[in-house]
DNA sequence: TGATCTTTTGACAGCGTTGTCATGATCGTG
DNA sequence: CACGATCATGACAACGCTGTCAAAAGATCA
């Protein structure tokens, strides 16, 4: 059985293969009729056109290319997913690839993927949608884009994000409303435009209630887990530890649960811990993370659609911005509890 | 600047488009001499040839579907990583799609895609690949597949898998080695062959050590961390618990873990818990979980070769047989520690 | 040296679409 | 009712490669 060709349904629609080609693409210009009787074939034959010709004929891939170099397989499988959906519905590819670079090797790794691939497009995840080179390798070659997350670089491209500032700060709200007054915060990394976000956030909402801010309750973690256990090893040897301890993400998060574990210290009766993202890993330690929920998912969904908008027409979409929320189980209460 | 072409290259080396064309895809009768003049062109004039053209004129896509329905991302990210590094030294291209139907559906679901996708081959990873109607549906298709992992279902495919029974025997004579006597075992899903493995293997230790088997130490989970909770929690609740539980796999083991917790039972002092995978929530929960380390990476590269070289060459290759191994980690001990 | 075989190279026709442009059908208007 | 404007459709040439087959260049042998 021969695979179907356009000029298959052509004929047993007794249309032009162009018009089979207009029905196919949603193109005008086309009366009700045909096209109802050429889709009526298209399914009577099964028919699927070729994304080889066409690209070729087209001149492009209908290939959108998400990069990411976030090493928690639980954000990237959730990031993933809500990319593809959206491509599905509009019968585009996702080609999914993890960086390794750094600086400008990144951008050539990148530029390098888009000449291999002919992505039409990409999707940028955080680090390297804060890479400077990153950007300005894409811009150069003036390659449609979109950023996931927020972002210090001013760029007209579009951008999903959610406001890490506020999550941030409505969690440390949320701690001092239990009544802690010392509490130990882990940072994200550096590179990381979010991490500045989520420890802004923290700082307000002390402010807002009148506790100072002590630096050396302030740790630099890496977002991974070990720098998580490794910071909060010692937040917990410091002479007076904090009460609670708020960590930039689920993952250091879980790494401070450890550390506590280590040093006997019950959770959450001595100590609160919450996290942020809402991965498979709070659920899965113990206690379970009050964390902030980020509707990952949407956000890929929803950068996504804004390249495909872009692709289409041209025009340069506004930025969407997600709503998130506290998710509070058993890693945290009350002081002294 | 125009994307160059294959007849850029031919104009700039003084030989014929198809000259340039052999060069590029390693074909035989091009003289050294010229093959190297040409080659010096392509990357002078950063030639990339053009997949769509490629894959129209030769009738093949150059792209490879893994299709998974693993809900692990830990397990699923190894995997696509391991396929992606094979097909990227190939020139190929991944397609990663996750499955949702079942049985019949499935089928339709895996078929459809390779329609769209027009993909040369597929990787099937359990339990898509223990499903007999994906199997005779791809081979009505006369699809080049290849799945990883063991499988029941008798087929001229090759596979790349491990010895998951005698890996589960290993870690049961761990357990014995240390001093257990009554260890419980909460299953895999049922639909998974590799289930059905570690069981075999957990009871062959058993038997070996002269220790009775008692089915009311077996619960049937399902792979997930929520299964592992349920199975811990009843096991738990026996008259006698075991002093020991061997989850499938490193999800449940956490729920084992979890449910400990919930009883204030101390691990591994009073239950050793091990599981099966050594993914990332090994490392994560507390205390980290003795496991046996599966090769997944290496795994889903290798089913990437094997489908390579059935692309290339129409034969069928022999199945590859990876070790595992035991990693000891805090979560086990002798009992009545 | 010429005949024959092998290696190397090239000309050209597809592959299955979309873009361009031409043509015929239908519509609205004075 | 005639006339231009708009809509619907089709013919045909790309798109950038690979496959096929023929021609040219070398190699081998009597």
């Not at 993202?277 to 379970?288: F, H, K, L, S």
């Not at 495909?308 to 027409?313: D, G, V």
Request: hydrophobic letters at 40%.
């Amino acid at each position: 059985m021969q695979r179907k060709t356009i000029n298959d349904v052509a004929k047993a629609a007794g249309v032009a293969i162009k018009t089979v080609s207009r029905v196919l693409n949603n193109e005008p210009n086309v009366r009700d009729e045909t096209r109802e009787r050429v889709l009526a074939v298209v399914k009577e034959l099964n028919y699927h056109p070729s994304q080889s010709a066409r690209s070729l004929a087209g001149n492009r891939s209908y290939l959108i290319a998400l990069v990411y170099e976030n090493p928690s397989a639980n954000y990237v499988v959730d990031v993933q997913h809500g990319a593809m959906a959206r491509c599905r519905e509009q019968r585009f590819q996702l080609f999914v690839h993890q960086c390794s670079g750094r600086g400008e090797e990144l951008a050539r790794e990148i530029t390098g993927l888009v000449d291999q691939t002919r992505a039409d497009g990409l999707v940028v995840t955080p680090p390297l949608s804060e890479s400077a080179e990153v950007i300005e390798a894409l811009d150069r070659r003036s390659l449609p884009f979109v950023r996931m997350a927020p972002n210090e670089i001013r760029h007209r491209t579009p951008y999903a994000d959610m406001d890490d500032e506020s999550a941030a700060r409505e969690m440390t709200e949320y701690l001092i409303g239990l009544g802690h007054r010392s509490i130990g915060f882990i940072r994200g990394h550096p590179e990381h435009f979010a991490s500045g976000q989520r420890l802004k956030g923290f700082r307000q909402a002390l402010h807002k209630h009148h506790i100072p801010f002590d630096p050396s309750y302030v740790m630099q973690g890496l977002f991974v887990f070990e720098s998580g256990l490794e910071a909060g090893r010692q937040l917990l040897a410091l002479p007076k530890p904090p009460t609670a301890i708020f960590a930039s993400n689920d993952d250091m998060a879980a790494g401070v649960l450890m550390a506590a574990h280590e040093l006997g210290i019950e959770i959450p009766a001595q100590l609160s811990v919450a996290g942020f993202d809402d991965t498979y890993i709070a659920r899965t330690v113990w206690p379970q993370l009050t964390t902030v929920h980020q509707p990952s998912y949407d956000l890929a969904y929803a950068a996504t659609d804004l390249l495909l908008q872009m692709l289409n027409s041209r025009a340069t979409p506004k930025p969407v911005r997600l709503g998130y929320h506290l998710v509070c189980r058993a890693s945290t209460a009350a002081p002294g509890g």
